[in-house]
Structure formats: structure tokens, C-alpha cells
């Protein structure tokens, strides 16, 4: 049913107004959560395939779990992203990895087998240098092993976002915190180069926090709460941290429609506190030569919202996205969504083109080129 479905979709590769936006455009489709061993699995990938194909994207996001393919200590098990791969480069495909998440043997005993414990930065043995060290040596393997195929890497998932950075010191989480983060990302980028001198790495793709730091609460502990950092905060910490990054991924997402000017914040969410933001922080710390990458971006069909509406707000996104000299690439969430509490799959859990769907092919078929911004 799903397969035929997809197979119905009128956008091809062919019909996108522009190879030079086919190649930017990549999608999250998850698709090394397949596996191999199970036949119904490998057919889910085997469509998910299919509809990247067919939507007319150029490439997807393809996580490298630490967490998942080295469940046990020294056994890493590549069988499952291998054959991702090998149907990624076997279909004219692009994609890029993102290495993110412990696996229960480096993070704190407390927190083995508890719930979001593979957020949890890693730590070995109770030392945080021996934990970057490992999640190195696992980054530079991955790197050696697809060397010419992934020569693009993300490091974690949204590192400035308690829920996503654990760290528990004492007891205590410690939150989000740059200069921590930032010893993962030397020790990461180091290995991966020293495995493949021709690699991109990027910091993890900063949650966009819609443009402000407000308090959430701690992952480990309800009731208390963390303060999340905006990408700019963070960008700056990195830079006290004496990091530069060579490339700067954000996940730009707003609750509030493209150039919707908010009166109490004086300017608009998107772009100017998720995406201005981070170009002018750019500028004034020095590094307004810096690729940007958007890991993840799209748009929640809420309540109320009508087909115009969410045309309307992908269409005018995408487009200033695609258009910003920095941005290198662009990635939508999600091809279906995994939970039913959002909304910004690009197909329907039976295979029919969603509202974000059909939007995109709109974007796509109204592409005027970035001079009609």
C-alpha cells in the first residue's frame, strides 16, 4: 500500500527547477533506525529510499549512532549502517553523518538503562576526557571506514538543549555548557581528520530555542529547571572556549510563521532571532566566512492551520534558507513523523503526501531563483 503510494508521487529529480537547489536540499528520513535482519525493517528503508528519490531531494542526514552500533565495548556493529550506505551511493545519493549519543557503558552507572541516559555526554570510567576519547576513537573508525562516501560530519544533537546534554557531576546535571562541549568536538574533529584529511566537520546542530533562553526543565529532574542556550549564547561560549568550528549547523525553527514581526521581542523569530542571529554573531566574532549547515528545519502543522498557511510558511522559509550565502545545505524535518505529537512529516503514516508534502511541492514548482528572494 505505502510502497505504491509513494510510487504515485508526481515530483521526480528531474523536475526540480534547479539542480543547484536538488543538491542543497537534503531530508531527514532516519533511515539506519532500519536494519537489516528483519525483512519488514529493510522494506520500510527500502520505501523510505524511494520517497527521498521521488520527493526529488539530493541527499538525507544519516545518523551514526555511538549508542546503537557499539552497544558493547570494543563489538562496535557496522552491518546496518554498511548497507545504508551501500544503497545511499548505489542510488546517486548524497549524505552526511551525524555522531551523536553514548552507549550504556559510557555513561554514569546511575543512569544505565534510565531513560534519556544516551544523552548523556560521554564519560568512562568516571572521567569526561576518557569518555572524549572514546567517542573519538569511535569517530575516527566510522571516518576511516566511509571515507569517500561520508566526507561530512555533525558532532552530537543539539548540545546547547538540556535535553540533549546531560551531565551529571556529583549528583547534579550540570546542563549545557560550551566549554565542555567543546573538548567533544576538538577531540571528535581531530580524529575524523586525522581518518580523512578531506572531511567537513560541523558542531551538532543547535536548537534554535525559538530565539530565546527560557528555563526548561532538568531531563534527570522535574522539578528543577535548566537554562537552555540560543545558538548566538552558545557560539560565544565556543569562542571563550577558544573553539572555532569549522562549520556551524543550527536548526532554525520557529513557532511563529516566516517575517511575523513579534512586538515584544522587536524583530521577527524567523529569521531574525533564528537565523539573523546567528549570521550577525557570526560576523562579530570574526568568523562571517563560516559554512552553515541546517541539520534540521521544518514546519509543525498545528491546529487550525490550513493548506495556504503552511504553503505559505515552507515556501517563504525555504527560500530565504536556500538564499543565504553561508548555507550550504539545507535539511527538512522529517519525512514521517515518529510520534503523534508533531506534525512535520512530509508524508502520512499510509504513504500519502502530507500538508508539508504538498507544500513542498509547491516550493519547489514556484522556485524562482534566490535574485526574487
Known sequence: MIQAILLGVVLVQGQLPRDSVRSRLYVQAELTWYGTGDQQSLNNRHVRLEAIRRLGFGGTRLPVEWSRIERVRGQPDWRRLDSTVAELVKDNLAFYGVIAYSPPWAVPDSLRGKPRSEAHRPVVNGSSSKGDAAFAAFAAAAARRYRGHINRWEIWNEENYPPFWIHVVDGVNQGVDPEDYADLYRAARDSIMG???????????????????????????PKRDLIPLTPDQFLRG??????RPAVVAIHPYSTVAPDVRVASLGTTVFPGLVVDSVLETLRALGWSDSPVWVTEWGVNVTPGMSQADVTSWLVRGLRYLLCTP??????????????????FGLLKANGESSMVGDALLSALKSWEGCERR
Open 238 to 243: 565556543l569562542k571563550r572556549a577558544n573553539l
Open 195 to 221: 581518518a580523512n584529511p578531506d572531511a567537513q566537520v560541523s558542531i551538532g546542530g543547535l536548537a534554535s530555542v525559538n530565539g530565546v533562553a527560557r528555563p526548561i526543565s532538568d531531563p534527570l529532574n
Open 326 to 343: 553561508n548555507v550550504q545545505l539545507v535539511t527538512l524535518h522529517a519525512l514521517t513523523d515518529d510520534n503523534q505529537v508533531e506534525h
